[in-house]
């Protein structure tokens, strides 16, 4: 007999079809996931007929490269631009990475901007542990035939959101050096910005230093910069990142699928588990950055919650700390007992900055991300 399960994934799976064939937007599925029903659509929830045009700032990095999948087979968004900084790797990889994406994507006509080649002020840490030396797992792709366009990121992002006024979201999946240049080379940019959704942070606790996650520890001057931005901003961070692991089953599936997209979506997974395994790192890999990008195209796969959100900037052990408050007063440290007078007060009032993930449906995600890597265009 089959399971409750099998029947609620099935009527999922009819009631994405008949979306998409309404829509006529999403692909068909392979035959092999029909069969084996487990990776079937979810619900659509924003409205493919209208995406969300999005900037993509990046530093592919092997879960930036499967967020970028994921955003360019998905009606729901239009990736306006791609701007990489440096981060899993030095900008001199993550540049010409973003250009190879894009050409296996089949979409070598998104511009793609170079950003900043360090952070603000700090000297610049890699995780080419977690991503292999050239951040895509050590998977050699060809070089990109494609060239960065001649703006720099910060003028490609300061002219896409001024030609579009209220209209643009940046996802933020690497450090925030790039989006607060932004901010900072133009002090009448952020109300013309519809939303900065960031892959960063953690209210419970960090996976670089016990208190900082690793987009902020990189760059937590510029990550300050963004959150007392006053744009509406939304945080994914590690509280429901680590949540979404990919295995071996999932990238067995990526890599039984024959689009060029699944592929190499499964051949970056492959060698970056066995490039992990040797090192006895774990069997899975947190997929981060496509959750970040997942959750604009089906926003019940997250919860959000408001909180005033604030970055440790001046910790020696703790910079790049995300601290989150749901409630007043706000209070900071008290100040050091040097005998130059003190502020009036302590305490701010509580006022939201930011809509922080706190719940994740890792089903919901896992069935979204297959079924649009290995659909058939
Ligand atoms: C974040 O850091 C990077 O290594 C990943 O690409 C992700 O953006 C997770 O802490
Ligand atoms: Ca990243």
Same mark, same amino acid.
């Given at each position: ?26 692909? =068909? ?31 592919? @990095? ?43 994507? @089949? ?41 960065? &366009? =001649? ?56 996976? &670089? ?54 592929? =190499? ?90 809509? &922080?993930? &706190? ?17 058939? =265009?």
């Amino acid at each position: 007999m089959r399971s409750d399960n099998f029947f609620r994934n099935r009527r999922d799976f009819l009631r994405a079809s008949a979306v998409t064939l309404a829509a006529g937007a999403l692909p =068909a599925f392979p035959a092999s996931l029909f069969a084996s029903n487990k990776y079937s659509a979810t619900s659509a929830a924003a409205n493919p007929s209208k995406p969300q045009r999005i900037i993509l700032d990046t530093d592919p @990095g092997v879960d930036d490269a499967i967020a970028f999948f994921l955003a360019l087979r998905s009606p729901e968004l239009r990736v306006e631009a791609v701007t990489p900084v440096s981060g899993n790797v030095p900008l001199s990889l993550t540049l010409p990475n973003a250009l190879r994406l894009l050409e296996i994507a @089949g979409r070598a006509d998104i511009p793609v901007a170079a950003g900043a080649a360090t952070p603000l002020v700090r000297r610049l840490v890699t995780a080419k542990y977690a991503h292999g030396n050239n951040g895509l797992g050590g998977v050699d792709f060809p070089e990109p035939k494609t060239k960065p &366009v =001649a703006e720099t990121a910060t003028e490609l992002i300061c002219r896409i959101v001024r030609a579009n006024p209220g209209e643009i979201t940046i996802v933020a999946i690497g450090p925030l050096t790039n989006v607060a240049t932004v901010l900072k080379s133009d002090s009448t940019i952020a109300p013309l910005i519809k939303s900065i959704v960031i892959m960063g942070g953690s209210l419970s606790g960090g996976n &670089v230093t016990p208190a900082a996650e690793f987009n902020l520890y990189v760059d937590p001057e510029a990550a300050r910069i963004v959150f007392d931005a006053g744009i509406p901003l939304t945080m994914v961070g590690l509280d429901v990142t680590r949540k979404v692991v990919i295995h071996d089953e999932q990238v067995r599936t990526l890599e039984a699928t024959q689009n060029p997209v699944s592929q =190499a979506a499964g051949k970056i997974l492959r060698a970056n588990f066995n490039r992990l395994s040797k090192t006895g790192g774990a069997a899975g890999f947190a997929m981060h950055d496509p959750l970040t990008v997942a959750h604009l195209i089906d926003p019940a796969i997250v919860t959000l919650k408001d909180y005033f959100v604030e970055v440790e900037t001046s910790g020696e052990i703790t910079a790049g700390e995300t601290v989150g408050y749901t409630r007043g007063p706000i209070r900071r440290s008290p100040p050091l007992e040097t005998g130059l007078p003190a502020p009036d007060s302590p305490e701010i009032d509580f006022k939201p900055n930011a809509k &922080v993930a &706190v719940e994740v449906d890792p089903d919901k995600f896992f069935r979204l991300l297959l079924a649009r890597l290995t659909s058939a =265009a």
